[in-house]
């Protein structure tokens, strides 16, 4: 004979319908599980908006912070690399590649950020000036692996500039760090 919360539901002849009474509170359960699971629902939406998973905009603290986090782990990064011997064009070739792809992917982490409305106009001009120096920096790169020094040390300089103009729109950013160092990439120091 069948012990437990369901043993009256099964009587000699097979199984009984459930009394009027179990039938309430399942239908009690199921409305208390949803209100427990919208609740849920709920509470990992407001999380998700109070922590910026709506796509707004940052504040300029935050939009500065989090800026200025991504590029100073850039730069511990590209620090990390290991510079081969002066005169080694090939190895300084592949050193530099190696900050290069340091340098976009926290450019990716930039564009990633949602900038404050007062800040709109001004953070494209900046992440294309960065944008366009490391587009320098891949020439720069290809002119080493062939050993062409002149070359390389010409989209050096082009670099150069336009991390220059960078460095002119960051300060009213706050982001003078991110202006991605471009003087430790000149060709024959690496």
């Known amino acids: 004979m069948p012990i437990g919360p369901c043993a009256h539901s099964i009587g000699p002849g097979g199984p009984t319908t459930l009394p009027r009474r179990m039938g309430r509170e ?9 209100v427990v699971v ?26 500065a912070h989090q800026s200025r986090a991504i590029c100073k782990q850039a730069e511990r990064r590209a620090g990390e690399v290991s510079n ?9 070739a592949r050193a530099a590649a190696k900050i290069v792809v ?8 930039l564009r990633a950020l949602h900038a404050p409305d007062r800040l709109v106009d001004a953070v494209p001009g900046w992440i294309a000036l960065l944008d366009q120096a490391l587009d320098e920096l ?9 050993g062409n020094n ?4 010409d989209q050096w300089q082009k670099a150069v500039v336009l991390t220059d ?16 160092d471009v003087q430790a990439l000149a060709p024959g120091s690496i």
């Open 138 to 146: 891949d020439a720069m790169v290809v002119e080493l692996g062939r």
């Open 38 to 63: 919208a609740g849920w629902c709920g509470l990992l939406a407001l999380l998700a908006t109070g922590c910026g998973g709506d796509g707004g905009p940052l504040s300029i603290h935050d939009y």
């Open 165 to 180: 103009r960078a460095r002119v729109l960051a300060p009213p950013l706050r982001l003078s760090l991110c202006a991605f």
């Open 84 to 92: 081969p011997a002066p005169g080694n064009f090939h190895a300084s």
């Open 26 to 34: 399942r239908s009690r359960l199921k409305v208390g599980a949803a």
């Open 102 to 109: 340091i340098r976009r992917r926290a450019l990716a982490d």
């Open 150 to 153: 002149a070359r390389a040390d």
